[in-house]
């Protein structure tokens, strides 16, 4: 098992819609998860990062952790456009390792 | 905020040379930067853990003969690309943590192409 794996996607949405993204997670990266948004050609940028169970909100983003069922998720609500980029799902262990998932690519539809 | 300077952003060279990438944390120092190689629509894959002072840890596969790092101070790791061949064509990134910030803050990436 890859210790972060995420779907490819595309995901389409329409604007004004909620955007879903998910990432599943091996024991190797338990501690610490990150969000990163991509755009095409540039490096990633840092969007949240949470190390607890339960929701960390931040403006439009929501990033949601449950270690019971190794997963988190990033919401984003009233998509926009400009949202349209890769998402990158990250997480580490102590700041040792940081690993990445595959990225899902996500399409805000005007 | 962090910040993490990569230089240059683009680079293409002939297929035998060396082509090295510099990695510089601006207001923060980083005892550990992270070297990173994204392909086209592929994930970022860590390539090699560089430590200031001591011996980079290379990722299994990753040919330490071939890309050379070195993190000599503080603030700067360079990579270096030898005896470039077209498959090392690639986007290449550097990251670093700053202890205050949160997360690891990444350079604007290396496009070198190799003709």
């Known amino acids: 098992q890859k210790e972060v794996e995420q779907n490819s996607g595309p995901l389409s949405v329409p604007e004004g819609a909620i955007a879903s993204l998910n990432c599943t997670y091996s024991?190797?990266?338990?501690?610490?998860f990150f969000w990163y948004r991509q755009y095409s050609g540039k490096s990633p940028e840092l969007i949240m990062s949470?190390?607890?169970?339960g929701d960390k909100e931040d403006g439009r983003f929501t990033a949601q952790l449950n270690k019971a069922s190794q997963y988190v998720s990033l919401l984003i609500r009233d998509s926009q456009p400009s949202d349209s980029a890769t998402y990158l799902c990250?997480?580490?262990?102590?700041?040792?390792?940081?690993?990445f998932g595959s990225g899902t690519k996500l399409n805000v539809k005007p | 905020g962090a910040v993490v300077s990569q230089h240059p952003s683009r680079v293409i060279c002939k297929s035998g040379t060396s082509v090295k990438i510099e990695c510089r944390s601006l207001?923060?120092?980083?005892?550990?930067m992270f070297w990173y190689r994204q392909f086209p629509k592929q994930s970022l894959m860590l390539m090699a853990t560089?430590?200031?002072?001591?011996?980079?840890?290379?990722e299994q596969g990753v040919e330490k003969d071939k890309f050379l790092i070195n993190h000599a101070s503080l603030t700067l790791s360079t990579l270096t690309v030898t005896s470039a061949h077209p498959e090392d064509s690639s986007f290449y990134i550097c990251?670093?943590?700053?202890?205050?910030?949160?997360?690891?803050?990444f350079g604007s990436g290396t496009r070198l192409t190799v003709v």
């Open positions: 990251s670093a943590r700053d202890g205050r910030a949160d997360g690891y803050t």
């Open positions: 024991d190797r990266v338990s501690q610490s």
């Open positions: 949470i190390y607890s169970n």
């Open positions: 990250a997480g580490s262990y102590n700041f040792n390792k940081f690993y």
């Open positions: 207001d923060f120092q980083a005892t550990t």
């Open positions: 560089s430590n200031e002072g001591s011996k980079a840890t290379y």
